[in-house]
């Protein structure tokens, strides 16, 4: 008796609350039951009488309880389980806890079967285990109060005979995440590594990370990281040394920010004798370990030549490795270390080049993407010493689209005088491909080989051809590489304005090929017999045309023409100056405002601006700068490579390329300070009274049809019918008012505009009403988002004070909402910023969504609408317009 007392008065109060929690559901499921037995005819009677229950949605399965019945079952049936030895009781407990796992998988909260799945776990079947592990890991995040009761069977299974329980047990003590246990974890760990087994061990050191995560300085004055050191120094399993470099590499580099010692030893990691252990003993770690121990020597600084020559030498055979994450590791360090010798370096691409095209070839292709993503990095830098082997980047018919681009851009970047011809025959093959995607790739390739000056002759005739094909995006890409041809090699100009003449304009739809057909047909108008017929059918067709680029080649293109053929091209002008001066696009009134304005003053002088004599343009534009390019490099083997771009421009918020932004508001961070900058209606009415009352009373006293602009434009006398006068587009210089009455007159009666009477002013834009308290939440906002289709997608500018003034986004914002556009989310940071606005027609329940897109650099910006009445969608783009024309003005 007295032994039994002691053993009792030994229980440990952890024990006691289990045996407690226990009894009490014990206790509450005999109190349901006897209640239940209680009052079972007056449960008959009522359910009689109740309504049926409604049914569930979710279809019924059978590892899925579908009530707290179910639970219920699973609770009792653990509970009888949970102390029997007899044969055959573990494959019942595998049963039960496979459906605890399932319904938990899915969803369910079985939280209320904690006290049965810990008392089950007492088991020496592995598999029982790791499932109640898992069962527990996953509710103690949410409970820390349930993971009060897992300490005690953890730890005691942390000594465990067999090693495997144990280093179970240590990793489920360890993934609590629980900052009240710390206490708990330090004994366990240290115990672990020290463990005669090596996978205990190797489980340890990871707990000890996740430990300083949770309690940085429990884990230095535990001494761990010391621990760790000699662990990594001396440990005979290369997976315990992995781990610990892994771990100390991350310790030590948060702590080195406020510990001296931490930088320290962060260093010490770099010193010769620890980078040459790892180095010695690299073929027995495992792919991702020899990964790591490669990017730790790829930041070591040998002594000299010497000591270079032995690492690579020692790292040979890495090369080839069949895994290409060890190969593009092991390239990364050769041509680190070869930075400073540029002859060494050469031979490094010589040596590196063989491998990475034998990876390209084997894999995924997800891996062959990767390998060929660095490979073109490095064409981009010597595209010498792959021109030798351009048919490896050719195309495979099943090879995927992404794939099959990048190879497109390294075929054209190894081209040169002796694979030109192989290549581009290859690339004319592609330009018939049924992934329409990939036949336009293929079209910009040869131009751009034909832009670097290797077989010209071949290559303009090849693109001939492809304005003869009867396919319209293999016409479209071949004009635009013409033009560029043309910009670049004008003697070609006779062969292939004969083919151009031939082209249709009513066949080209796409807005760059018809500017660029129309460039050509205004820069070789003398050489094109109906040139100016061509454009007077596209004046004529003025207000079918949506796209601003194609009206403003356009307005060029007349004046081009005008000064070459001036009978013939008079009644084009007059008409396309017109339709520019009374066009709502500000960049299409503004350049027909001062082509106008140029031929009041002077003809010749209008002629030597927009045609003068050209050179023949040498070099294009690199899309990226070099900086950019080294940056890449020194960021080899990361996904800077796969994305073309440093790690700042994807990691970093303050540092977002241009136009990174996700393209659902989902994606878009309302943080406090932008929350901050969107104002309700209501407060700006309230706050903002002076600033809305100075806006509405300029609005007031501007004509409807202004544009945003004190001139008024002049109409078009094609059939001698009166017409407005255009005084007010005299020019206010002192130097020319004497003369540019005259002039005027001789350039409107040229042109065909007349100014005899009244004034004549843009047509104004429909009238539609905004609903000023217009209210929209995000949620809302986003589901229209995905539903509506794209209404409409133009290109505006901004005025160059609107530019000034868009420092942040609450300027922009304030000024839209007091035209009745409301924002509901911005982003972005000068020179880039990204809006969704919405807005609601007044009257009516009709809503217009707005995505907007501002460059301050370009002073451009984009704007995509939908609208749920997709008629009005024009309308509500020319009063945005007019509202976003109008910022910055005072």
């Known amino acids: 008796m007295r032994e039994r007392e002691d053993q009792s008065n030994q229980i440990s109060p952890l024990q006691l609350l289990i045996r407690r929690k226990c009894i009490y559901l014990t206790f509450s499921e005999e109190t ?17 009488m109740a309504p049926p229950p409604p049914q569930s949605h979710r279809s019924p399965s059978p590892s899925q309880p579908s009530g707290k019945s179910e639970v219920s079952d699973l609770k009792s049936q653990l509970r009888q389980l949970a102390g029997s030895r007899a044969p055959g009781a573990d494959d019942s407990k595998r049963d039960l806890f496979k459906k605890v796992i399932s319904n938990m998988t899915i969803g369910i909260d079985v939280s209320s079967l904690f ?5 089950c776990s007492a088991t020496s079947d592995i598999v029982l285990k790791k499932m109640c592990y898992l069962y527990v890991g996953n509710y103690a995040k949410v409970n820390p109060d349930l993971a009060l009761l897992t300490i005690n069977f953890l730890q005691r299974d942390c000594k465990d005979e067999d090693p495997m329980i144990r280093g179970l047990a240590l990793r489920s003590l360890c993934s609590l995440r629980v900052a009240n246990l710390v206490e708990y974890l330090v004994g366990p760990l240290g115990s672990g590594l020290k463990d005669n087994n090596s996978y205990v061990r190797m489980v340890a050191v990871i707990g000890v990370l996740k430990l300083y995560h949770i309690s940085a300085s429990t884990c230095i004055d ?39 010692e931490a930088a320290r030893e962060r260093e010490m990691l770099l010193s010769k004798p620890i980078v040459y252990h790892l ?12 990964c790591l121990v490669l990017e730790l020597v790829s930041n070591y600084i040998p002594s000299d030549n010497s000591e270079i020559f032995d690492i690579m030498n020692l790292l040979e055979d890495r090369l080839q490795h069949a895994n290409g994450a060890v190969v593009l590791a092991t390239v990364k360090l050769f041509l680190q270390l070869t930075l400073s010798m540029a002859d060494v370096h050469q031979q490094v691409y010589e040596r590196i080049k063989a491998p990475l095209l034998t990876q390209v070839s084997s894999g995924s292709p997800e891996q062959s993407y990767a390998v060929l993503s660095h490979l073109h990095l490095l064409v981009m830098r010597a595209p010498y010493i792959f021109s030798s082997d351009y048919k490896h980047f050719y195309c495979q018919y099943n090879e995927p689209s992404y794939v099959k681009k990048l190879k497109l ?7 040169n005088e002796s694979n030109t011809y192989e290549i581009v025959t290859e690339l004319c093959e592609y330009a018939a491909n049924v992934d329409i995607p990939i036949a336009r ?35 479209s890409e071949a004009l635009v590489l013409v033009k560029d041809l043309l910009r670049k090699y004008p003697q070609w100009s006779q062969d292939c304005i004969a083919v151009v003449g031939n082209i249709s304009s009513k066949n080209v739809q796409e807005p760059k090929a018809k500017a660029a057909l129309i460039w050509m047909l205004g820069e070789y108008s003398q050489d094109m017999h109906d040139a100016p017929y061509v454009l007077e059918s596209l004046v004529e067709n003025w207000d079918e045309e949506h796209s601003s680029e194609v009206r403003l080649h356009l307005l060029t293109a007349v004046m081009k023409c005008f000064f070459k053929r001036p ?18 696009h500000q960049d299409v009134h503004d350049r027909a405002l001062f082509y106008y304005r140029l031929l009041q003053y002077n003809v010749s002088v209008a002629e030597s601006v927009v045609n003068p004599p050209k050179q023949a343009v040498s070099v294009f534009a690199d899309t990226q700068s070099s900086e950019i390019k080294d940056r890449i490099f020194d960021e080899f083997n990361s996904l800077s490579v796969v994305y073309q771009k440093p790690s700042y421009m994807f990691t970093d918020k303050e540092h977002r390329g241009t136009f990174e932004f996700a393209d659902e508001l989902g994606n878009l961070s309302i943080t406090a300070e932008s929350a901050d900058s969107v104002v309700p209606a209501q407060q700006v009415e309230a706050n903002d009274k002076d600033l809305l009352l100075s806006t509405s009373e300029k609005d007031e006293g501007r004509e409807p049809g202004s544009n945003g602009s004190a001139y008024n434009a002049p109409s078009y006398n094609g059939s001698s019918a009166t017409s407005q006068p255009l005084a007010d587009l005299a020019f206010p210089s002192t130097g020319i008012s004497g003369q540019a009455p005259a002039s005027n007159l001789a350039i409107d009666d040229l042109l065909g505009l007349d100014f005899s009477v009244g004034t004549a002013t843009t047509p104004s834009p429909p009238p539609l009403n905004l609903n000023p308290k217009a209210v929209l939440d995000p949620g809302t906002f986003q589901q229209k988002w995905h539903q509506l289709p794209i209404s409409l997608s133009e290109e505006y500018s901004l005025s160059p004070q609107g530019i000034a003034s868009l420092t942040t986004p609450h300027a922009l914002l304030r000024h839209m909402q007091s035209h009745s556009i409301q924002c509901i989310a911005s982003g972005g940071q000068s020179p880039n910023f990204k809006f969704f606005f919405f807005a609601q027609k007044a009257e009516a329940a009709s809503m217009y969504l707005v995505e907007c897109i501002i460059n301050t650099s370009s002073a451009k910006s984009q704007i995509k609408v939908k609208a749920d009445d997709q008629s009005s969608s024009p309308a509500f783009s020319t009063l945005f317009q007019s509202a976003l024309s109008k910022f910055g003005l005072p």
């Open 32 to 48: 349901k039951g006897r209640s239940n037995r209680v009052r079972g005819h007056s449960t008959q009677l009522s359910v009689a």
């Open 115 to 119: 006290g049965e799945m810990v008392m």
């Open 222 to 260: 535990a001494d761990f990281p010391a621990t760790l050191k000699h662990l990594m120094l001396n440990d005979p399993d290369t997976q315990v040394v992995a781990n610990c470099l892994s771990a100390l590499q991350e310790i030590w580099t948060s702590e080195s920010s406020t510990s001296e």
């Open 279 to 290: 180095l010695n003993r690299i073929k027995e770690f495992s792919e991702w370990a020899q």
């Open 409 to 415: 851009e390294m075929l054209t970047a190894v081209a």
């Open 441 to 475: 790739e293929s079209i910009r390739a040869v131009g751009k080989i034909a832009l670097q000056q290797y077989d010209v002759n071949a290559i303009v005739d090849r693109l001939l051809q492809f304005l003869e094909m009867e396919k319209d995006y293999v016409t």
């Open 567 to 584: 009978p013939e091209t008079k009644k084009a002008l007059g008409a396309a100056l017109a339709a520019g001066l009374a066009d709502f």
